[in-house]
């Protein structure tokens, strides 16, 4: 079974920035694909940003292109988002993903593992 559990969600003013992490554990990652999703108040899950463990290939939404940074340490079986110039639209609970295929890794229903999610809050 795979865990994975969020940290470094809070409160920020918009223009700021927030690193978050995503520790996983239970598996080797090699071939898996990480992503993070997010889900604002009244409003479905979307995709924000994923990386293929063994590669390094990053994807983002339009959204957060060229603001958010997604990366992982593989020593620490570690993913994280790093998220600048944060916006109040920004503002969600955030969530960590794994899938064990490679492809669609952008669809929300490719991933088989969830962590429990943490709050960002963006302050305007």
């Known amino acids: 079974q795979v865990q994975l559990v969020e940290s470094g969600g809070g409160l920020v003013q918009a223009g700021g920035s927030l690193r978050l992490s995503c520790a996983a554990s239970?598996?080797?990652?090699?071939?898996?694909?990480m992503g993070w999703f997010r889900q604002a108040p009244g409003k479905e899950r979307e995709f924000v940003a994923a990386i293929l463990w063994s590669a390094g290939i990053t994807y983002y939404a339009d959204s957060v292109k060229g603001r958010f940074t997604i990366s992982r340490d593989k020593a620490k079986n570690t993913v994280y988002l790093q998220m600048n110039s944060l916006k109040f639209e920004d503002t969600a609970v955030y969530y960590c993903a794994a899938a064990v295929r490679l492809t669609r890794v952008t669809v929300l229903s490719a991933y088989d593992y969830w962590g429990q999610g943490t709050q960002v809050t963006v302050s305007s």
């Open positions: 239970g598996r080797t990652f090699s071939r898996y694909a």
